[in-house]
């Protein structure tokens, strides 16, 4: 069998696997996040707590709450990082650097998952698991939390009422993250990822198996010696170390993981709104969007027309054998159109539009998928801002699901889709009008270029992965990074939330003949079509100078 008929089954059995599972566990998940029973465990959390479970919030409220959370998290995970050397299970590390610290605790707190340090050689066991391995869980759980209550805003009339932050907060966690977790981690574990406490390195598999499910590379527990300066998981190397993806189906079922719950969330938002259509528009939307990325990245990768990958049959340089080259593009499309981060293959040795396409996912706003939660929620402010150009188009008031989208509406998404886009542009040109800052480029010219730009994007979105020749263990790296990660997570959470409050207020229109149909082809190309026009206008001028340049010299 050929590698690209290979290539070609592996990711049909993906899509098969996806669409089978889209409709059970988007219930599932429906059921769990709108039951009006609360478990008996989530009751002990709530009384320890002092948090009422039947009680709402107003937007407010909610946004308050999240960013409350947010910033103890920050800070208790920066605290464990610098007493690190008198805890139980140190393993004789000394304290965490403070740049460092800073930036590895808004990295998994903003479900980035960025590492500027090699996992095995820096923390002990506790760090890991206390502080690292719930914050997988508990920040993939916010980001949840906020799509809900920008459903509720579309689905609720008349009212300021989004729901109960604590109680979204807990019930991902406990009912889906968790669940899903330990089932997958069942799995690696049967397809030889290695499960122990000893030596040098540092969690669980079922924390493992909790990151690729919410954002972040797979671990496990086996002694390796230390491979490098750079993050990459628990062994340096990511998902590409045998410990970590022994093979090929366990490949497949990581890819399967990440993508699992996004893909499955527009189920959720069609039954929470009371128009199941409206759910698979958005899921076509986010296929449209991932199939013709993985399609783009791996043609890129098989056919580029240099004189050694020609000779080879592909660009097989920082590729595992084990998986070769349709494999590692799909995995390294997965990665990058969600905020995962986790990796297989060296990003940094792909071909120049190769990596251009990695850069291209993460500007595209993650939103096909897109992150646990926060694909969902920037989707739907895509879908906003097509029917607002829809409108304007035709003369007409813009609605979308019987909301009127007015001036504040629009404010609100356009500080969304803005916000991204400032932090990683502006972030660049300080990066290389710095002197220390260029001396962390491993390449010069527009590679060069391309490692700073590929930084930024993958910060501001949240996403964790890195084009690797970039030095970015730096004072000015961990603090830049740090705060376009806390920037790029908690600024569009807040239009997020401001939005669905506006929305919930209204009172909603009946359909008309003059509604433009949200659930029909029509517009499921428009906002495909919006959502690559915004990325081109907004970014080919950095792309250009960058990996564009590069490919085509």
């Not at 209550?149 to 009912?175: E, H, M, Y």
């Not at 084009?467 to 239009?495: D, Q």
Request: positive net charge; glycine residues 10%.
């Amino acid at each position: 069998m050929s590698q690209t008929t290979a290539g070609v089954l592996f990711i049909l059995s993906l899509i098969a696997a996806l669409v089978l599972v889209h409709r059970p566990f988007g219930d599932l998940m429906y059921r769990a996040v709108t039951s009006a029973r609360h478990l008996r465990a989530e009751k002990v959390l709530y009384r320890a707590t002092g948090v009422n479970p039947d009680g709402e919030q107003s937007w407010g409220v909610y946004a308050r709450s999240v960013l409350a959370f947010s910033a103890v998290s920050i800070l208790f995970l920066y605290l464990f990082q610098r007493v690190q050397n008198h805890l139980w299970l140190s393993l004789g590390f000394d304290p965490v650097k403070p740049d460092q610290a800073w930036n590895t605790a808004v990295s998994f707190v903003t479900n980035t998952n960025w590492q500027s340090y090699s996992g095995e050689a820096t923390m002990g066991h506790l760090v890991q698991m206390a502080g690292l391995a719930v914050q997988n869980f508990t920040s993939a759980a916010v980001g949840v939390a906020v799509a809900l209550a920008l459903v509720r805003g579309f689905a609720r009339a008349k009212t300021d009422q989004l729901g109960n932050f604590w109680v979204d907060l807990v019930r991902v966690s406990v009912r889906i993250l968790l669940p899903v977790a330990v089932l997958g981690a069942i799995v690696l574990i049967a397809g030889g990822v290695v499960q122990n406490l000893s030596g040098g390195t540092d969690a669980t598999t079922l924390a493992g198996a909790a990151q690729h499910v919410t954002g972040g590379p797979v671990a496990s527990q086996e002694v390796i010696k230390e491979l490098g300066t750079n993050g990459g998981g628990f062994y340096n190397v990511n998902s590409a170390h045998p410990f970590e993806n022994p093979t090929g189906w366990t490949n497949w079922f990581e890819i399967f993981l990440i993508l699992l719950i996004p893909f499955s969330l527009p189920r959720v938002f069609g039954r929470m709104v009371s128009d199941k259509r409206q759910g698979l528009a958005i899921a076509g939307i986010m296929a449209i969007l991932a199939i013709g990325s993985v399609v783009a990245l791996t043609a890129l990768q098989l056919h580029h027309a240099g004189t050694v990958p020609t000779a080879a049959g592909a660009a097989t340089e920082g590729v595992e054998t084990r998986f070769g080259v349709p494999q590692s593009a799909t995995f390294a499309a997965a990665t990058t159109l969600t905020s995962t981060g986790a990796v297989n293959s060296f990003h940094d040795s792909y071909t120049a539009l190769g990596g251009m396409m990695t850069m291209l996912n993460m500007m595209l706003g993650e939103v096909a998928p897109g992150g646990v939660g926060s694909g969902l929620y920037g989707m739907l402010i895509l879908a906003v801002i097509t029917v607002f150009v829809a409108g304007l188009m035709v003369g007409r008031t813009p609605e979308y699901l019987g909301k009127k989208i007015g001036a504040r509406e629009i404010k609100f998404a356009s500080l969304y889709l803005l916000t991204t886009p400032a932090l990683v542009l502006v972030g660049t040109a300080i990066a290389m009008g710095n002197a220390a800052a260029r001396s962390s480029m491993a390449n010069p010219g527009a590679h060069g270029l391309s490692e700073v730009l590929y930084a930024f994007t993958s910060a501001s979105n949240n996403n964790g992965s890195a084009f690797a020749g970039i030095s970015a263990n730096t004072e000015f790296y961990n603090t830049a990074l740090g705060l376009c990660m806390l920037l790029g997570r908690f600024l569009p959470m807040v239009f997020v939330l401001g939005l669905a409050g506006s929305l919930a207020r209204q009172q909603p229109v009946p359909a008309s003949a003059g509604t433009l149909r949200t659930y029909q082809p029509l517009f499921i190309g428009m906002v495909v079509a919006v959502t690559v026009v915004v990325v081109l206008l907004t970014y080919l001028p950095a792309v250009a100078l960058g990996p564009l340049a590069e490919g085509i010299r």
